[in-house]
């Protein structure tokens, strides 16, 4: 019996650790955003991205700044003299050579260096271009999840909807089977019947798994674990509902909104940079230092000063045309990125112009689909009516149900048109509401 006990008592312990590990995360579509923003493996790779900007901005100052080295070196000469002969017919003066160590401590203070100006200007480009950088890859995340989101809610609206049309199939298909029974209905009609239900039910079940590759990649945008349960708060009717479609048709697009052509201008920044970098190639180098020496053994006839300060000058004089050419090709960068620039100006107002249509067409396609599925509804539940009465055949109803069940799936459609084409159109503009 206390064997018993202790099992339960584990398997108990078990259960309650595993529910435990399992998270739930309700959210709705704000709090999915900000979740993405948190957790997202790109968001982390976008901040770090950030972070070496920075240090290298740190580096390229660092390197005005004075440089301390420090050294020692020892020689010994194996027992070798120098030789001296003072008067010739006289015998040569030998001084042995004595091993030798110092110790040498080594200051330096750039002071004037056209590379190092341009270069940390350069570098504070470079920085706010990891800015934008990062910018961008908030507006994708936002952008993908916020598509996980739609994803997920029409999966789930599509499987609610065949899974209510199915239990619709299975009652009238029992009904039949009852009329077949007394013959009042047809075996063929009972037959087509059943084959509407079995394929719907195969359709059922390909929703299910449908529902499931999207709530796995919503979970993927959100930087969460595979266990982790999501429920959603919000439907594809609120979201319509609260989606402020007027205000955006009547935007105006700019091209600097953009994200991808800010980060085209800055591009253009940095061309125009490297153009003073290649000529200050051609400017003097100016840097003082400083050197310490300390004998650690010291020989008989020492002249070093142990203190010497000094100026060291470096003056470009002649290349062959290096630099020249260098900054030539740096010209070619700069009018390279500025047509580059043009280019993406037009084609973001073509694209603007594009999805403004899709969004337009999108909205018109919803308002249409949402009057179509009324009509249909009405329309077989006046021939169900009429099937069960006898009075039309199988056929006529199964294609009724059809139409009804297209018209409620392309109106679901119609929802994640107009929200995806919205989404896409806000992405252009560089803020997704």
């Known amino acids: 019996m206390k064997f018993h006990t202790i099992i339960l008592l584990l398997l108990m312990f078990t259960c309650s650790t595993f529910i435990s590990a399992q998270q739930t995360l309700t959210l709705d579509l704000q709090a999915a955003r900000e979740h993405a923003l948190e957790h997202n493996k790109a968001m982390k790779s976008a901040g770090y991205a950030i972070t070496k900007a920075e240090y290298a901005l740190r580096e390229a100052i660092a390197n005005g700044l004075p440089q301390v080295n420090a050294s020692a070196d020892y020689s ?22 004595k091993p030798q160590s110092n110790f040498y401590l080594n200051v330096g203070q750039l002071i004037f260096s056209g590379n190092y100006i341009v270069g940390t200007q350069t570098a504070r480009l470079y920085r706010d271009l990891s800015r934008l950088g990062l910018e961008k890859t908030e507006l994708e995340v936002i952008s993908q999840v916020t598509d996980a989101y739609y994803l997920v809610l029409i999966s789930e609206q599509l499987k609610e909807l065949l899974e209510q049309n199915l239990e619709n199939l299975q009652e009238l298909y029992n009904k039949t089977s009852l009329l ?28 299910e798994r449908q529902l499931e590759l999207a709530v796995n990649l919503l979970r993927l945008q959100l930087g969460t674990g595979v266990d982790t ?34 980060m085209m201008q800055q591009q253009e920044i940095i061309s125009e940079k490297m153009i003073d970098m290649r000529r200050a190639n051609a400017l003097p180098t100016l840097s003082a230092f400083y050197r310490y ?19 060291q000058l470096n003056i470009p004089v002649f290349s062959s045309g290096v630099r020249h050419y260098q900054t030539r090709q740096a010209i070619v960068d700069l009018e390279t990125a500025r047509n580059n620039l043009e280019m993406l100006n037009d084609q973001l107002l073509i694209q603007e112009k594009q999805l403004r249509f899709n969004f337009n067409n999108a909205l018109e396609t919803y308002q249409n689909q949402q009057a179509n599925v009324e009509v249909a509804r009405r329309v077989y539940e006046s021939l169900k009516l009429k099937y069960e009465q006898g009075l039309i055949s199988g056929l006529d109803l199964t294609a009724a149900d059809n139409n009804y069940l297209r018209a409620e799936t392309d109106y679901i459609s119609a929802k994640m048109q107009v929200l995806s084409t919205r989404l896409q159109l806000e992405k252009l503009y560089g803020a997704i509401q």
């Open 293 to 311: 020496t300390y004998k650690l053994l010291k020989p008989d006839f020492d002249m070093t000063p142990a203190n010497m300060v000094g100026l």
């Open 76 to 97: 010994n000469a194996l027992g070798a003299a120098i030789s001296i002969r003072f008067a010739e017919g006289m015998d040569p003066t030998l001084i042995d050579i």
């Open 229 to 262: 349960e999501i429920v959603l708060t919000e439907t594809l009717d609120q979201l319509i509902e609260d989606a402020g479609f007027e205000n955006l048709i009547l935007q105006q697009f700019h091209a600097e909104q953009n994200i991808d052509y800010r």
């Open 180 to 207: 077949e029974h007394v013959g009042i209905i047809e075996k063929t009609d009972l037959d087509q019947l059943w084959i509407q239900v079995n394929t719907l039910q195969n359709t059922v079940t390909s929703s």
